[in-house]
């Protein structure tokens, strides 16, 4: 049979097939071909030995969330608690772009900061907004709704910022469970546990445990331009410009003229640093 797997826990992988779920495990033979099955996969299995026989071919797959198939990834951000960051939110967006993923950006815990302070971020945030990215909050309900549809969606971001609690908020029947932030950050516990996935409005969502840390070593420098889609609208006299120590690069000039927001830049080298050869 046919199905896909919606959750892992342990050995324990659950298939979603014609309505029911089946407790399957993976046949002995993917440890030894090193073929990781992650929720999000189909898979075909057998439903009398409950063994997961083979994977299907993956549009996408990631180890950080361990997901497959996934065509947009909602960015959950925090304000405060765990505090605003743009660094590593444009590492999300980068470990992203450079999968070809599709990025929203929600911004939560918006009632615990000063009008002031949320002025500031919504400025840098209109920025994001202009080079093609989806800025919502997490009480834009119906708008991010209208997103969800037809479509995978993964939910990621820092443990506390409000993954599940905003899941919760588009449907309360998907009751996942939720955790005091200081408790959370403190003893470096997550709440959420094991990624799942839940069918939603013709599309699908993806609860995952937050995480903070991503390798960029494992792209090539040369590829690390095409996480920052503002960079595309410059041409610089050489064409292989690296944008980090070129005179004459026109991404340095744009960066110096105020046209490409200077924290984004600094993300840029700082990620192009840790790229392989
Ligand atoms: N004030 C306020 N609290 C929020 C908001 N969103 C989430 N919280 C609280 O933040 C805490 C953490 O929320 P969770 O939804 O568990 O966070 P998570 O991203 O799922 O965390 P992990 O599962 O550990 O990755 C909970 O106590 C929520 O009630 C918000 O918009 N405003
Ligand atoms: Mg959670
Ligand atoms: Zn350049």
Known sequence: MQ????????????????GCYYNTIPRGKFR?????????????????????????PRKNTFGRPMVSNIDRAFIVTSLVNPNFSLG?????IAHM?????????CLTKID????KEYEKIKDVMQYYNNIGYNVVTNNDLLKIKELIRDKTNVFIGQTGAGKSTLLNKLNPSFNLKTGEVSLALGR?????????????????????????ALDFSIYKKENIKNAFREFSNYT??????SHTKEEECSIRKAVND??????????????YEEASK
């Open 3 to 18: 199905g896909q797997i919606v959750k892992i826990s342990s050995s324990r992988h659950v298939v979603y097939s014609n």
């Open 32 to 56: 030894k071909d090193k073929l990781i099955p992650k929720v999000g996969d189909y898979v075909n299995f057998n439903d009398k030995s409950l063994v997961i026989e083979e994977i299907l």
């Open 88 to 92: 590593l939110l444009d590492k999300f």
């Open 97 to 105: 772009e450079l999968n070809n993923i599709d990025v929203v950006i």
């Open 112 to 115: 615990l900061v000063s009008p």
């Open 188 to 212: 470096g516990r997550h709440t959420t546990r094991n990624v799942e996935l839940y069918e939603f409005l013709d599309g699908k969502v993806l609860d995952t445990p937050g995480f903070s």
């Open 236 to 241: 610089c006299p050489f064409k292989d410009c």
């Open 258 to 271: 105020k046209e490409i927001l200077e924290s984004r830049y600094n993300s840029y080298l700082k990620f």
